[in-house]
Each structure stands twice: as C-alpha cells, then as structure tokens.
C-alpha cells in the first residue's frame, strides 16, 4: 500500500503557505508519493518543481501530470494544471515534510558524523529489517531536499525510519533535525571533513550537535566512544561504541578475511555475540557496534542483532569490491577525508592473494587551510603502509604524491582522471586490487566504469 494516510492536498496547501489554483474538488485527495524527478511520477503523485543549475523542473510539469501527478509544488501557476503556488518550492517542501512527519507515530533514528554516515546506516536497517517494517535514506539523500524526501516515502506501515543527516554550514543540522524530529540518534565521529567551513573540530561538533535541538533530553543517543570530542557531549541516555573496552559495547576480538568481510566477537552490556559481517575492513565494525546498540535499544533479539549483521552488503561507492575478469575493484570513491582514505589504504594492504595493490587517489575538498598538508599525510600513510602503487590524480592530490614519493613510496601523478585513465592499460596489471577514492566532485565513478569494462 502506497497511499498517505490523512494527508491531502489541503493539507500541503497549509503546511506551505502556498495557493491552490486548479480544480478544487481536488483538494480532499491523498497524495501516493512525493517526487522531484517528473519521470518517477505515478497516479496520485505530488511533483515538487525545482529550479536546479541545469535544469527548471517548471518546464517538466506537463511530464509529471501525464505520468499521473495528482498536484505540483511551483514558484509559478502552471496553466490550468492543479498547483500549489509557493515562493521557494525547496521551502515548501521542507515545510510539508516537517508537517507530515509530525502525523506520524513511528520511531525515527538520526545518524549523523563525519565519515561513516551512510555505512552506518546501511548496517542499521539490515539489523532492524529482522523485527520491523523499515524505511531508511536512499543513496546520499541526506541534506535539506533529499531528508525531506526520505520522510515524505515513508508508508503508513512504516514502523522505523533510519535518516542519514549531512551538513557543513552552522544551521543546516538544526533545520534537518526539526524536519525528521528523531527520538534517537546515533553520531560516528567527528573529523576534520568541512574544517574550511566551519574552522575547529570544535565547531564541527557544535554544528552537529545541533541534531538535539529537536530531540528531548533523554532521547536515546549512540555515540562513538573512542572519539574524542564525542567523549566530551553531556547527554544521559547514552550508550558508547568503539574498541576500548571501557566502552558499553566494544570489539573483544576480530579476524579480517580481506574484502570478504570479517568475523568479531563483541561484548555489549556484558553479553557476548559473534558475527561475521560481509562489508570489508575493520572501520565497519563501528557501524555495526552502532547497529548492535539501535537493534539492543529497539527490542530485538540476540539472534536477530547477529542475523542483521551477517546480512549487511555493500552499496556503489562505500567499500563495494567488484571483481572483475582483470581486476579487483573497491569501489570506494563516493566521498573522500584523510581519515577514510587510510581506513582504506589498511583494507587494501592487509588484502592476501593479489600480486599488487593499487590505490587510486584524488582530491579531498572542504579541508582548509590545511588542506595541502592533509593529502601530504595520506600519501606518506600510503608508502608506510607498503602500498605498491600509488596513483594520485588532481590538483591537491600532487601533494598525495610528493607525500609518497618523499617516503620512498612507488607513485605517478595525473592532473585529470582522462589522463589517467588513457594510459591505464600501460599502468595496471592483471591481477591487481585497486582502490579508488575521492571526494565525491572529483567524479571517480568514471574510473570505476571504465576499469569494470
């Protein structure tokens, strides 16, 4: 069943401020899905018009309703197609979702972090998936169109929402927090990932912290507990992950099996669970500790907390192995920071069986004024760590290379991907595993599809 429960084109009409211009018998009728790309629209659709660099989704109405738009958010009438006229349609629907979210009586667990947001809530919805009906953040739907978006598809026999969270401006937490209305939260880390924007770690944890703005004080929080700075919020209701054990839950011991995943054994609140996990490398195990303490919090069982671990998978772009006919890729490259860009340097070099393991790095954006000296450091890790080749590509990523190099490092630099990638048959070998990550404007998918071809 797709259709809303209680929530009508009157209603979005209230919730945005905005003018109804069509037929008004309309006005009573429950909207199935909410969409911002007229392609997806269906019978009983609400298109929300978005005016975008390239693209006026204005000029897509006429497509939106021949797909079955019941009604359309717009800054402009649109001949006699029903509309709901608004100043900002971005505003607009922010303001329906916050209003739609208020109906709804169902748990909602906000993740946010540095790194690590969207691994988190992968393994967090395959546990909770063993118990209840689960409704989680599609790709990096995580900012203030797509959290919108994410609350406006959950179904009326939704019994769990998992929303990723993202920010890098002072505001932007506060707001996604008063849409999504969590009553639980879990934060991964605080890193250095938008230090140009926000200055200190300091400041990266205070604009983070502003998740709790909409949340009540003894709101349930899972925070890791071997970071520093997370360490330090005042918050009861509290339950901390990592590998020290003076954490509430922590690693007891683990074995990696390369890009096969790993087994652990975890000790949360005194009892013992063994599992096995499919998503390589041993950063994951924070996530699934986060997932350990959501499923414990939320009623499920022993068995059940372990069965959603071992189901977790791999999504494009966050530690994806893909093997193909000469190479084994870890399709890592969605986003970048110097922390994970070494959490994937130890995954490729503790991997056994390849004759060589590749990284193929690019830039890392948002990182400051010390941005230089941050690639430098991810190349100097890389030729401590043995990697066999590195392959730095972009402007800030000639640091990555002289950071190699000057460790005695084997590494090759390419101011673009195209360059790179016409000489690749020359630099690759059969057999290698390779590595690809950077911040997501560097567009490294490309890499991935033309090494898979």
Not at 48 to 62: C, H, L, Q, R, T
Not at 134 to 150: I, Q, S, Y
């Amino acid at each position: 069943m797709t259709t809303k429960i209680n929530f009508t084109i009157r209603d979005i009409m209230a919730a945005s401020n905005g003018t109804f211009t069509g037929d008004c018998t309309l006005l009573d009728q429950q909207i199935t899905s909410t969409v911002i790309d007229s392609r997806k629209a269906g019978p009983g659709s609400l298109f929300v018009a978005i005016k975008g660099e390239k693209v006026d989704g204005y000029n897509y109405i006429p497509s939106a309703i021949e797909n079955g738009a019941l009604c359309v958010i717009t800054d402009r009438a649109y001949e006699d197609y029903p509309c709901v006229v608004v100043n900002d349609p971005v505003t607009a629907l922010q303001d329906i979702a916050r209003a739609y979210r208020k109906k709804l009586n169902i748990t909602v667990i906000g993740i946010t972090g540095s790194v690590g947001k969207t691994t988190t809530k992968e393994i967090v919805a395959s546990v909770l998936c063993q118990k209840y009906k689960v409704v989680k953040t599609e790709g990096n739907f995580n900012n203030g169109l797509g959290l919108p978006l994410t609350i406006m598809s959950i179904r009326p026999d939704t019994e769990v929402a998992v929303v990723e969270m993202g920010m890098n401006h002072f505001g932007e937490m506060e707001l996604l927090s008063s849409i999504a209305l969590p009553n639980m939260c879990i934060m991964t880390n605080i890193g250095i990932s938008h230090i140009e924007n926000l200055g200190s770690r300091e400041n990266i944890l205070k604009a983070k912290s502003e998740i709790f703005r909409h949340m009540s004080r003894t709101s349930r929080c899972i925070l890791n507990g071997d970071d520093d700075m997370l360490k330090t919020l005042d918050r009861p209701n509290r339950c901390d992950y990592g590998f020290n054990s003076d954490n509430d839950i922590y690693i007891e011991s683990f074995f990696e099996h390369g890009f096969d995943g790993t087994d652990f054994v975890a000790l949360m609140f005194g009892e013992r669970y063994s599992c096995h996990i499919s998503v390589p490398g041993r950063h994951v195990l924070f996530a699934a500790m986060a997932a350990m303490a959501t499923g414990s919090w939320l009623g499920l069982t022993h068995s059940q907390i372990e069965e959603g671990i071992s189901r977790a998978k791999s999504i494009s772009g966050r530690v994806n192995v893909i093997k193909t006919k000469k190479y084994t890729l870890i399709d890592d490259c969605y986003n970048a920071a110097p922390q994970s860009m070494m959490s994937g340097i130890d995954l490729l070099v503790k991997s056994d069986g390849y004759p060589r393991n590749v990284a193929i790095f690019g830039d890392m954006g948002e990182l400051g004024a010390e941005e230089k000296y941050l690639h430098r450091s991810v190349g100097e890790y890389a030729a401590k760590s043995k990697v066999d080749l590195l392959v730095a590509i972009g402007e800030l990523s000639r640091n990555i290379y002289a950071g190699s190099v000057e460790m005695g490092g084997n590494a090759l630099w390419f101011a673009t991907k195209e360059e790179f990638l016409s000489q690749a048959d020359e630099i690759l070998k059969d057999g290698d595993a390779i590595l690809i990550k950077a911040s997501h404007f560097m567009d490294f998918p490309k890499i991935v599809e033309a090494l898979k071809d």
